[in-house]
């Protein structure tokens, strides 16, 4: 029942006598009005909650029975608002405090909820961690009953004294013509000086100050850090910060644009970016149904095939600065030179001569298969041979032609190295007589 209304309770039998938690009530007694079987509590107070309980029957033989009266009441009055225990209206606190605002309404049931602005929070208790200037205004607590209809409201206003640093433009991006700091406090004014990562700050061409604002102009990477500004006064010392400025960056990509690889052989080829925050990568190919062409920075061919040379594109995307980077990879696939025969391979003079003019003219074959193809040396011992004098070299280099070849002077061990730029093989034919 709610407090001040009359409450009747019944038993089903005459009753002898009734008791409120285990104590007999004297009856009559003024606030009761009892029939043979009821007891009517008139406008019945809070305190009057308990275990009712009827007996009925006589001296020898009777029976019982209880029920439980609660009475709803309240709130009465304005709910009691305290800060970390103390009751108040108003209270000043620093940026860095740590407080508890309680709520309390004499009232059952309640229940309590806290306003601020737009925002609320159901419960007896409001926290404030690490305050800040934002946490400046009016703090409303509500009880509210929901067996009286009744609801109850106590503000207490919070003011947060310290300094601010306010950051425009709040992303930064490498290239921009400036970066200002604000240094704002709300009580008192001051000297203010920054600091960038615990040291003091050299003003110069780029870092300068305007009033209580640090500018920094055209940022580069270099620059990002933890700005920290403080402000004098005759009354205290007011700090806010550190204040951690990022400047995003933009980059070329630092890969190698030329990739030479052997058939068959695995190929991983990064696209790297110099870009903060991390750039996306995407590469691209001219056919733009092959799979293996992957979103990410690490291209993978495994195993590498004639058909994957070409040019592959890395784009570099960085969502902050919304800027791209596109550079070209030249991939380049080799077949490992190989030599398929060297002929003759013992030097018959009566069947590999021929005459030209007055002398006697000795051809050497070294065939070859490589991508692309190779170029052929010719030795003889330990001493190179071109085109000059009694040497004549064909126009692939695959054949020595030896005119007016004498046995004495041309006899012995020649070697031809065949080589492409992904490797090389020597063989050596000996010229007996």
């Known amino acids: 029942p709610v407090e001040k ?43 009057q909650s308990g275990n009712y309980t009827c007996i009925a029957g006589n001296t020898t033989n009777n029976e019982s029975a209880t029920e439980i009266l609660k009475v709803y009441y309240g709130p009465d009055g304005d709910p009691v608002v305290r800060v970390n225990g103390t009751e108040g209206n108003r209270k000043d606190l620093s940026v860095g405090n740590w407080v508890t605002l309680e709520c309390a309404a004499s009232s059952y049931p309640v229940e309590y909820t806290w306003r601020f602005g737009s925002t609320f929070m159901l419960g007896l208790n409001y926290y404030l961690r690490n305050v800040q200037l934002s946490h400046s205004g009016t703090y409303t607590c509500e009880a509210k009953n929901v067996k009286t209809n009744t609801v109850r ?18 992303d930064v991006v490498e290239g921009d013509a400036q970066v200002t700091l604000n240094c704002t406090t709300s009580r008192g004014k001051g000297g203010v000086t920054w600091t960038r990562d615990g040291a003091a700050i050299e003003f110069g061409r780029r870092y300068s100050t305007s009033g209580t604002a640090l500018e920094i102009k055209k940022p580069v990477r270099g620059d990002s850090g933890e700005f920290a500004c403080t402000v004098k006064n005759p009354i205290n010392d007011q700090k806010d910060g550190p204040e951690n400025i990022k400047v995003t960056l933009t980059g070329d990509r630092s890969s190698d644009p030329t990739q030479n690889v052997l058939v068959n052989s695995t190929l991983n080829f990064t696209c790297a970016s110099q870009s903060d925050p991390p750039a996306q990568y995407i590469w691209t190919t001219a056919d733009s149904s092959d799979n293996n062409v992957p979103e990410g920075a690490v291209l993978i061919l495994n195993p590498v095939k004639l058909s994957d040379a070409g040019v592959y594109s890395c784009i570099a995307e960085n969502e902050k600065t919304n800027k791209r980077k596109m550079t070209a990879a030249h991939i380049m696939v080799y077949v490992y030179a190989h030599l398929l025969s060297v002929s003759p391979t013992n030097y ?19 065939a070859g298969q490589s991508n692309p193809p190779a170029l052929v040396q010719w030795s003889k011992g330990s001493q190179g041979l071109a085109n000059g004098g009694k040497y004549s070299l064909s126009s692939d280099t695959t054949s020595l032609a030896i005119s007016n070849f004498s046995l004495e002077a041309d ?23």
């Open 153 to 170: 409201h106590k503000d207490i206003s919070i003011n947060v004294y310290g300094v601010k640093i306010e950051q425009r433009p709040t």
């Open 5 to 47: 209304a009359d409450v009747t309770l019944s038993c089903n039998r005459t009753v002898l006598k009734w008791e409120v938690n285990g104590t007999t009530i004297p009856l009559p007694a003024a606030g009761y009005e009892q029939s043979e079987n009821s007891l009517t509590i008139k406008s019945i107070q809070r305190t």
């Open 348 to 366: 018959s003079p009566s069947k590999c001569t021929s005459l030209e003019g007055s002398g006697v003219t000795v051809t050497l074959q070294c």
């Open 411 to 433: 006899l012995g061990n020649y070697t031809c190295n065949c080589r492409n730029p992904m490797g090389a093989e020597t063989k050596t034919l000996t010229l007996t007589g």
